[in-house]
Nanobody, 127 residues
Framework: QVQLVESGGGLVQAGGSLRLSCAAS????????MGWFRQAAGKEREFVAT???????YYADSVKGRFTISRDNAKNTVYLQMNSLKPEDTAVYYC?????????????????????WGQGTQVTVSS
């Protein structure tokens, strides 16, 4: 069982920055694929960014060049640095983990690929 706890959300003005953190349980975190997703009010949850255990990354076009996903395996934590925030980035941000990549360095951008999810953290960007 993997538990994920997100933090770092809040209210920020357009153009500002936030860094989200996701602390994970599990002895083999260093072999997990990790992802960030978001869900705006009234919309479906969508992919934001993903990172493999070998640090390969992939981003949604809407955040490419503004957001950076990273991980610190010593701290069992994955981060999402969000710069140049826009009002349309307002959403609940969710962290997701997938342990089955232990023997294969892979990342996933589809929600159904992930078995474990955090509770989410709210990000609000004011104009």
């Amino acid at each position: 069982q993997v538990q994920l706890v997100e933090s770092g959300g809040g209210l920020v003005q357009a153009g500002g920055s936030l860094r989200l953190s996701c602390a994970a349980s599990g002895r083999t975190f260093s072999r997990y694929a990790m992802g960030w997703f978001r869900q705006a009010a009234g919309k479906e949850r969508e992919f934001v960014a993903t990172i493999s255990w070998g640090a390969m990354t992939y981003y949604a076009d809407s955040v490419k060049g503004r957001f950076t996903i990273s991980r610190d395996n010593a701290k069992n934590t994955v981060y999402l640095q969000m710069n140049s925030l826009k009002p349309e980035d307002t959403a609940v941000y969710y962290c997701a983990a997938e342990p089955r990549t232990y023997y294969s360095d892979s990342y996933y951008y589809r929600q159904e690929e992930y078995d474990y999810w955090g509770q989410g953290t709210q990000v609000t960007v004011s104009s």
